[in-house]
């Protein structure tokens, strides 16, 4: 014989409180605000204990974030985006920038939890 599930049964969250996106506009704040005091990208990564990848991402998600190569990223993405799916648009930037999937992805921001 068949057992039926108890509604509202399952798995329990192992942390209940975790919140992805409080932590990265937490983590965010935190960047900006370090990086408005004229720190490195090194030095705020340090501080956070966070790889100046994610720094920069979160700091180009913030809008703070300024160089040549990461409007380069930005406008071509852009503008395939216009025309092709999210995968497309990140490989077809890779390719007429000479760049690797993850830098490309690297140079633009966050889309979910912000």
């Given at each position: ?11 329990k969250k192992l942390k209940p409180?975790?919140?992805a996106g409080k932590n990265l ?14 720190m490195s990208l090194q030095s ?71």
């Amino acid at each position: 014989m068949k057992k039926t599930r108890k509604p509202g049964g399952g798995r329990k969250k192992l942390k209940p409180e975790y919140d992805a996106g409080k932590n990265l506009k937490e983590q965010m704040e935190s960047a900006v605000e370090l990086y408005d005091s004229e720190m490195s990208l090194q030095s705020i990564a340090d501080a956070l204990n966070l790889n100046p990848i994610k720094v920069r991402k979160l700091l180009i998600t913030a809008g703070v974030y300024e160089s040549d190569v990461a409007e380069k990223v930005k406008n071509t993405f852009e503008e395939y985006r216009e025309t092709r799916d999210y995968k497309t648009s990140i490989l077809t930037t890779s390719s007429t920038l000479q760049l690797s999937k993850a830098s490309v992805t690297s140079y633009l921001p966050y889309q979910k939890g912000v």
